[in-house]
């Protein structure tokens, strides 16, 4: 199974800095990434797809893509405490139909 | 719009049991569907993905089936349930043509005593 890679954390950020989190994978045909947010017993939510190299906006949210490096990371700018999860990183595999997920983030934010 | 529904919630089964979990998409068709499973303090494992009807993908060898007998109907089942299958189970889809963002359902929760 190819490989998605994160650091489990906690990451602990204090309200209002900016929260960094990093993912890379290992399958070089991966052409599609993905961040999820996951709180505690509930199901993985969609927060941003990227495609492409290099920035990608959203609100508070920023993901980045380098595929020569094959790193994937998301910036959440202005932190609340509601952004307090566990966040995955996911890249389909190179046929584009298995998406595989990393061990996730524990992100919290501290008031 | 969409909507994935997947139930039950939590299930509770004994040691060599067998198991049966559903999951239904609406609002779509053709798409890819998944199962995951979620063990306690881990990341997501991709246990069976599907592609169309009656295809079906292993991603890891185990004691547990997927089968797709209709369109948008996503049924994971085991003969004979382990201890080291309980965990949390996600129902998926994404668009056919691939590589397009995944929606999860509710999850059920599953745990075997």
């Known amino acids: 199974q190819k490989e998605v890679e994160q650091n489990s954390g906690p990451l602990s950020v204090p309200e209002g800095a900016i929260a960094s989190l990093n993912c890379t994978y290992s399958?070089?045909?991966?052409?599609?990434f993905f961040w999820y947010r996951q709180y505690s017993g509930k199901s993985p939510e969609l927060i941003m797809s990227?495609?492409?190299?290099g920035d990608k906006e959203d609100g508070r949210f920023t993901a980045q893509l380098n595929k020569a490096s094959q790193y994937v990371s998301l910036l959440i700018r202005d932190s609340q405490p509601s952004d307090s999860a566990t966040y995955l990183c996911?890249?389909?595999?190179?046929?584009?139909?298995?998406?595989?997920f990393g061990k996730g983030t524990s992100l919290l934010v501290t008031p | 719009s969409q909507t994935i529904h997947q139930w039950p919630a939590t299930l509770v089964q004994p040691v060599g049991s067998p198991l049966s979990l559903e999951c239904t998409v609406e609002g779509t068709s053709n798409p890819n569907l998944y199962w995951y499973r979620q063990a306690a303090g881990r990341g997501l494992q991709l246990l069976f993905y599907s592609v169309g009807i009656g295809q079906i993908s292993s991603e890891v060898p185990q004691n547990l089936s997927a089968s797709r007998p209709q369109d948008r109907q996503f049924i994971l089942s085991s003969k004979k349930l382990l201890l080291s299958d309980s965990g949390f189970y996600l129902c998926?889809?994404?668009?056919?043509?691939?590589?397009?963002?995944?929606?999860f359902g509710q999850g059920t929760r599953l745990t075997v005593v």
């Open positions: 399958d070089r045909g991966s052409q599609s």
């Open positions: 998926a889809w994404s668009m056919l043509s691939g590589n397009t963002e995944a929606f």
């Open positions: 996911a890249a389909y595999s190179n046929s584009g139909y298995a998406l595989n």
């Open positions: 990227i495609y492409s190299n």
